[in-house]
């Protein structure tokens, strides 16, 4: 599932291609939105809430998206190829010198821009919020030590604790935290849980690639996150996965026992 980052760094692509722009042709494939025709309105702005995208348009209106696990934005040239299938296309907005196509996303809906906070208001701060302050921060402290029982990973990839950290950066943030994903949260420091992570998506916010570890090379970007053939990017050893989480929100695990001591999984 696309991170905050990724979120964040498609919204501002789709702001530089519209925003300012008049529409001049729109499609939506989407069988609630099918005879929604937005041509001839504006585009205002575009705004990211974690892992929420909102495309916001003259007369208040804001269309919502969430990539989920295989969505994505793509502006092309008018005219040129698409490099994803026209099959997997479920909204198109054209302006005079862009193609914006939106393949494969989902939760599609048409909503009044004062009224995107019925999708995004029950998320906890956003780590890439750009007027982030010392209070921001305070919040998202505040919940994740509310729950001290729970485990780190779970507690991480709440969104309603802090939005935009994804399984890559839950479990990276683990490593550097010197702990384990099942780690109990009143076992870590909150306040520094919540400073690493807003660090690393900030790193990472404004280029494709996503590191961790600060090198982009390929295969030196992170410490554990899939490295179970390489190692520990740290001490070389050998890097167990498991299952955290139950049924369907249940995401593959890495981690480093010799870095990283604490409660985990049988094997």
């Not at 789709?14 to 937005?38: N, S």
């Not at 683990?174 to 076992?187: A, M, Q």
Request: overall charge positive; charged content about 25%; proline content about 6%.
């Amino acid at each position: 599932m696309p991170e905050g980052d990724t979120v964040f760094r498609t919204g501002r692509t789709l702001g530089a291609a519209l925003a300012g722009t008049t529409l001049v042709r729109t499609d939506f494939r989407h069988p609630a939105l099918a005879t929604v025709d937005l041509a001839g309105r504006t585009v205002t702005d575009v705004r990211t809430v974690g892992k929420h995208l909102f495309v916001r348009f003259s007369g208040e209106l804001s269309l919502h998206s969430h990539l989920r696990m295989d969505g994505s934005w793509r502006v092309f040239r008018p005219g040129a190829r698409w490099t994803a299938p026209g099959h997997h296309a479920r909204v198109i907005l054209d302006n005079a010198e862009a193609n914006v196509v939106g393949f494969r996303v989902h939760d599609l809906e048409l909503l009044r821009t004062p009224d995107e906070s019925r999708l995004v208001g029950h998320l906890g701060p956003d780590l890439l919020d750009p007027e982030w302050t010392d209070e921001h921060a305070r919040r998202a402290a505040a919940a994740l030590a509310a729950d001290p029982g729970r485990e780190l990973g779970l507690a991480l990839l709440d969104q309603r604790v802090m939005a935009g950290v994804g399984n890559l950066y839950k479990t990276e943030a683990c490593f550097l935290l010197g702990v384990t994903p099942w780690t109990p949260v009143s076992e870590v420091d909150a306040e520094r849980v919540v400073a690493l992570a807003r660090r690393l998506l900030l790193a990472n916010a404004w280029r494709p690639e996503q590191s961790t570890t600060g090198e982009l090379a390929r295969g030196r970007r992170n410490w554990v996150y899939e490295r179970t053939r390489q190692g520990c990017f740290r001490c070389g050893g050998r890097v167990r996965v498991a299952t955290q989480g139950a049924g369907r929100e249940g995401r593959p695990t890495w981690f480093c026992p010799a870095c990283q001591p604490g409660p985990a999984p049988a094997r």
